[in-house]
């Protein structure tokens, strides 16, 4: 056992810094609590670079603990994704945390909780661990939605995202006692290596599609995304962060191991459902987000949407696919912080989230201005930013299995569709900040020296990700690249 708890330590780690910053709090002065963030983001700058670590990464492709727990380039790469998401929300819940009317080393806990259980569900090789990681992450952020107990908007995400998320995991659990009645074993190896002779029992196929059923309400996929709007808006702005980028990629690097290499013949089977799943996810998201005003809100409408071609690198059913999504993820993590972080700077708590806030925002704070409107750029795939690459990468995926299929054609064309949209609703941002119908507040807009480093970061990274991509594409490549187990 010893020699196998090496293989979790990153997570051990994470997980006894959120236990001590809890301790930490005992004996701390509140005004001194809100310093405990800035620990927190520095140890888990070094967890970081731990997870490079010669002796560590050595371990890659190996299992531990009776199967159920693998350590391959998937897992690296969302584990370090993760991480660095993980870091640019504590450096943010440290500028949110005046909002909070106590609790802040709690609020701080409860994020390394929740990435705790995102590291796990990266590595998972077994339902068992499945199920425990996504409860993990769920449970901590029913607490970090409804953080805000003096706001009643947060109190009603709550609510919302515990029934909503008690019915998805509901299914999830149904699905996955289906599955091992049928198939016999928790354990993906053994039901990759039986699954073709699985396919003819409909108690095994309901089984996986309850358990897709719980993972797409993760990723907000349609028919399960009404939560994410009511969520969005009312949860403290970290936490509806943590939750659009670390709680999506979790459920993607679930599905990309289920149904990219445990079951691909099942995959290969309900690529029809797939496509209109993806389909009606971009459309939904898309048409729903251009009437709105509330930014948040318009986030949530674009994530769901985001979900959707997403979703095409699994309709693809190849590695580029695979590569699609982690590449397309990490220039939506960046991008994603620097907006939400942008969006708490300029407006007060849980009000003037209005769209008509950003007016003058480029004479208020030109540095901001140009920030986010690089973001909406990059969020509506204009080259050459990050944003357009992944597009790009998806809609190639699947372009290269379309001949033939009109169904690949269909789902293409609501893509580029989805895109057209998508483009008049980012750009109305732009307008908001460049050509405001009204400029009435003129008050230059403070920032605090980390959250302009911070910002600044995501820039790099979007520029990076969007002007040099080789490197980037590379990496994520090799990480797509799922091997059969190691006997």
Known sequence: MDGQLQFVQLEMMVAALGLLILLADLFLPSTARRSLGWVAAGALGLVFLLSFRGGYAALADAEAFGGIYRLDA?????????????IFVLVFAVDFAARLRGGVSEYLAFILFA???MMFASSANDFSLLFVSIELITVTFYI???????????LEAGVKYLILGAVSSAFLVYGIALVFGEAGSLKFDAIRAAHAGLLGSNVFLFGMLFVFAGLAFKISAFPFQVWAPDVYQGAPTPTTTFLAVGSKAAGFVLLIRLFGSVVPELTAQWTGMLMVVAALTILYGNLCAVPQRNLKRLLAYSGIANAGYLLMGIVAQSDDGKAAILYYLAGYLFTLVATFMIIHLITSEGEGEDIACLAGLNKRSPFLAFVLALCSVSLAGIPPLAGFFGKFLLVKSVAAKAFGDAGYFALLAVAVFGVVVSIYYYFGIIRAIYWPKDTSDDSPVPIAWPTRIALGLCVAAILYLGLLPDKPINWANAAAKIESAPD
């Open 115 to 117: 990435l705790t259980g």
């Open 74 to 86: 998937l897992a690296l790469f969302f584990k370090r994704f993760f991480l660095l998401s993980a």
């Open 144 to 154: 970090l939605v409804s953080f805000q107990r003096h706001r009643l908007h947060s």
